[in-house]
């Protein structure tokens, strides 16, 4: 195994990646059952860290304040979707920050146990839609044609929410594309859902670009011969 | 004089350091600083483990406990990497949040449910940390004499956390300057290795190997100490 990611581990294991290397090494680590051991074996020595920590006590209402607030959100019992859909309604900032730990926590567990399938691409699409969601340097584009917004980070990663979009019909999908002029850019496929959805872009943005929505056939194309229904504004 | 259960001692005599890695001592069993019996009757007789599982079926009570034998070290961690006691609560909160709203998904055998906790409220902590602003401009010294121990000793903690502390310190201190420097400013300073490069003037390589070397180095230190030394409170044995 390459010694650069395997270092990594230790750099992990103390939240000391930046946000572009923990994904690297979250990836790997789904491959990596040696990593997987050794993180688990580093996180004894964080705990470790943590507990020389120790301190003054917190504050005796935190305890209060923390089941309070746990009493107003049901805990999330199916992974993927009621996690989704639990977030949706509020795109505040303070819902999104806990989208982001939420589906870091997710990914964190999905990894860990081993069952990696399609649904840590999706949370992975999804973490990265929330953490441009809660960045406020973000900016947001209005639509020319559909309900909902642009989300643009400072990056250029983008987030299009939509209201009231049906889910596609069956055997169709919704597309992506990225306009750079006249050029369009496949950036994704997304189902749809009923009332407010969101959904990150798989490619970045750069000033003067539209954002569109065709309907296809499942799977998606390259190439589309449809008009768009969704545009936004140019970023 | 604290009062400690037998099952405090005895979970500390018989920790296990063995290198074939079997989870570490249960420190939870050692929390239970402030018994208030009555709201955890149903819970206390449970592992943290355990405990997770009933947080899955929604039950406020065993979130209750965990706070009760985890809180307090979290909020001690969050203190140190934020140095601001209402973001502190904060990060506590967001992470107990956190076990709250994913406890189905949390794995028993890939990690205690402790180690799980505190991995989620320092990772919310040192997200909260890189978004300050004041820490891009104050010199590094600053942000190693707080690492390295800005927090001035409690005078109402439990004899078994004082011990563990003082043999974490001790250990830390046995590492190379070097790697000691790197583990405190990553860990408790919430800096990232590229940061660290940047700001320390060294190659990124150079900064990942301390990382690696010290923390490998760290934790044989622990177990080697966890040998050696067996706390034993006067009023045992």
């Given at each position: 195994?390459?010694?650069?990611?395997?270092?990594?581990?230790?750099?992990?294991?103390?939240?000391?990646?930046?946000?572009?290397?923990?994904?690297?090494?979250?990836?790997?680590?789904?491959?990596?059952?040696?990593?997987?051991?050794?993180?688990?074996?580093?996180?004894?020595?964080?705990?470790?860290?943590?507990?020389?920590?120790?301190?003054?006590?917190?504050?005796?209402?935190?305890?209060?304040?923390?089941?309070?607030?746990?009493?107003?959100?049901?805990?999330?019992?199916?992974?993927?979707?009621?996690?989704?859909?639990?977030?949706?309604?509020?795109?505040?900032?303070?819902?999104?920050?806990?989208?982001?730990?939420?589906?870091?926590?997710?990914?964190?567990?999905?990894?860990?146990?081993?069952?990696?399938?399609?649904?840590?691409?999706?949370?992975?699409?999804?973490?990265?839609?929330?953490?441009?969601?809660?960045?406020?340097?973000?900016?947001?584009v209005a639509l020319e044609a559909g309900e909902g917004r642009l989300v643009v980070d400072d990056d250029g990663r983008a987030v299009l929410v939509l209201d009231g979009l049906d889910p596609a019909p069956t055997g169709k999908t919704y597309e992506l594309w990225i306009f750079e002029g006249e050029n369009a850019s496949p950036a994704g496929l997304f189902p749809g859902q009923a009332g407010r959805d969101w959904v990150g872009l798989d490619a970045t943005v750069d000033t003067g670009d539209v954002v569109a929505v065709t309907i296809e056939e499942a799977g998606g194309v390259e190439v589309s011969a449809n008009d768009p229904i969704i545009a936004s504004a140019p970023v | 004089m604290e009062a400690l259960s037998p099952t405090a001692v005895l979970a500390f005599r018989t920790h296990d350091s063995s290198r074939n890695r079997k989870p570490r001592e249960r420190v939870s069993d050692l929390r239970r600083e402030q018994p208030s019996w009555s709201m955890r009757k149903h819970h206390a007789h449970l592992s943290d483990e355990a405990l997770v599982a009933q947080v899955a079926r929604g039950d406020e009570g065993a979130l209750g406990e965990l706070y009760d034998r985890v809180g307090r070290i979290a909020y001690g961690l969050a203190v140190r990497v934020l140095r601001d006691d209402r973001l502190a609560e904060d990060a506590v909160q967001e992470g107990f949040l956190a076990v709250w709203g994913s406890a189905a998904s949390f794995r028993a055998e890939r990690a205690k449910a402790s180690t799980w906790i505190l991995t989620l409220v320092h990772r919310r902590a040192v997200d909260l940390v890189r978004r300050e602003e004041r820490r891009r401009t104050e010199p590094l010294d600053d942000e190693t004499s707080a690492a390295a121990g800005g927090v001035s000793e409690p005078t109402d903690e439990a004899a078994w956390l004082r011990f563990e502390r003082e043999r974490v310190q001790a250990a830390l201190r046995q590492l190379p300057d070097v790697q000691q420097e790197a583990l405190e400013l990553a860990y408790y300073g919430g800096f990232s290795q590229s940061e660290l490069a940047q700001r320390l003037g060294v190659p990124l390589g150079t900064i990942k190997s301390r990382m690696f070397s010290g923390l490998a180095r760290l934790r044989e230190l622990l177990d080697e100490s966890s040998q050696e030394e067996s706390w034993k409170p006067e009023f045992t044995s």
């Amino acid at each position: 195994m390459e010694t650069g990611i395997h270092e990594l581990t230790a750099g992990y294991a103390l939240d000391a990646l930046d946000a572009d290397e923990r994904w690297a090494y979250e990836t790997h680590l789904a491959d990596c059952e040696r990593c997987r051991e050794e993180l688990t074996s580093f996180w004894e020595t964080t705990e470790a860290l943590a507990i020389a920590a120790a301190g003054p006590a917190p504050n005796l209402d935190l305890r209060d304040r923390i089941l309070t607030a746990a009493r107003a959100e049901r805990p999330v019992v199916v992974p993927l979707e009621s996690r989704r859909g639990r977030f949706v309604p509020v795109l505040g900032a303070a819902a999104a920050i806990a989208a982001v730990v939420a589906l870091a926590v997710g990914l964190w567990a999905t990894q860990l146990s081993g069952d990696l399938d399609d649904a840590r691409l999706a949370l992975e699409r999804e973490r990265q839609a929330a953490a441009v969601l809660a960045d406020p340097g973000a900016r947001t584009v209005a639509l020319e044609a559909g309900e909902g917004r642009l989300v643009v980070d400072d990056d250029g990663r983008a987030v299009l929410v939509l209201d009231g979009l049906d889910p596609a019909p069956t055997g169709k999908t919704y597309e992506l594309w990225i306009f750079e002029g006249e050029n369009a850019s496949p950036a994704g496929l997304f189902p749809g859902q009923a009332g407010r959805d969101w959904v990150g872009l798989d490619a970045t943005v750069d000033t003067g670009d539209v954002v569109a929505v065709t309907i296809e056939e499942a799977g998606g194309v390259e190439v589309s011969a449809n008009d768009p229904i969704i545009a936004s504004a140019p970023v | 004089m604290e009062a400690l259960s037998p099952t405090a001692v005895l979970a500390f005599r018989t920790h296990d350091s063995s290198r074939n890695r079997k989870p570490r001592e249960r420190v939870s069993d050692l929390r239970r600083e402030q018994p208030s019996w009555s709201m955890r009757k149903h819970h206390a007789h449970l592992s943290d483990e355990a405990l997770v599982a009933q947080v899955a079926r929604g039950d406020e009570g065993a979130l209750g406990e965990l706070y009760d034998r985890v809180g307090r070290i979290a909020y001690g961690l969050a203190v140190r990497v934020l140095r601001d006691d209402r973001l502190a609560e904060d990060a506590v909160q967001e992470g107990f949040l956190a076990v709250w709203g994913s406890a189905a998904s949390f794995r028993a055998e890939r990690a205690k449910a402790s180690t799980w906790i505190l991995t989620l409220v320092h990772r919310r902590a040192v997200d909260l940390v890189r978004r300050e602003e004041r820490r891009r401009t104050e010199p590094l010294d600053d942000e190693t004499s707080a690492a390295a121990g800005g927090v001035s000793e409690p005078t109402d903690e439990a004899a078994w956390l004082r011990f563990e502390r003082e043999r974490v310190q001790a250990a830390l201190r046995q590492l190379p300057d070097v790697q000691q420097e790197a583990l405190e400013l990553a860990y408790y300073g919430g800096f990232s290795q590229s940061e660290l490069a940047q700001r320390l003037g060294v190659p990124l390589g150079t900064i990942k190997s301390r990382m690696f070397s010290g923390l490998a180095r760290l934790r044989e230190l622990l177990d080697e100490s966890s040998q050696e030394e067996s706390w034993k409170p006067e009023f045992t044995s």
